[in-house]
């Protein structure tokens, strides 16, 4: 099973790591603000104080090629992209960043990372399809044109299955 770096405790970065964490995943936590390191202290296999952006310290931590790294970062393009440059460098190869855009989504996209995620677009979505389709409890999308969905069974067909 492949170790989770996540660098970046805000809200998204916190939960990630908590949710990973609690299904058994081996977790690294990093962020350079000592109160959410210690906040993930006791939902991560080890949480570290340090600059992300700092290349040595990050070869210094030992990443490895084969660990997903997840950059939480928000707003700061300079702190994401710089980062998944240094990784990238240091050879991984399964980098997903949090973006708050388009526009820094190819950014990133072009200097390397594996997956970019907008949390709130990609939600907002959700939340509307939900809307559209009140049955749909999940969905995955395969293309424009496919996805695998989730769907509850209409009231009706619990009452006449129910039987």
Known sequence: MARVVVIG???????VVKNLFEAG??????????????????????AIV?????????DSIGIREDDVVIISFGEDLAASTLITLHLKQLGVRNIIVKAPNEEHRLVLEKVGATEVIIPEKEMATKVARSFISPNLIDYIPLSDEYMICELAPPNQFIKTFAR
């Open 25 to 46: 995943m081996d977790v690294i936590a990093i962020d350079k603000n000592k109160d959410a390191v210690q906040q993930a202290r006791d939902c991560s296999t080890k």
């Open 50 to 58: 340090a600059d992300g952006m700092d290349k040595s310290v990050m």
């Open 9 to 15: 405790l805000g809200i998204f970065g916190y939960n």
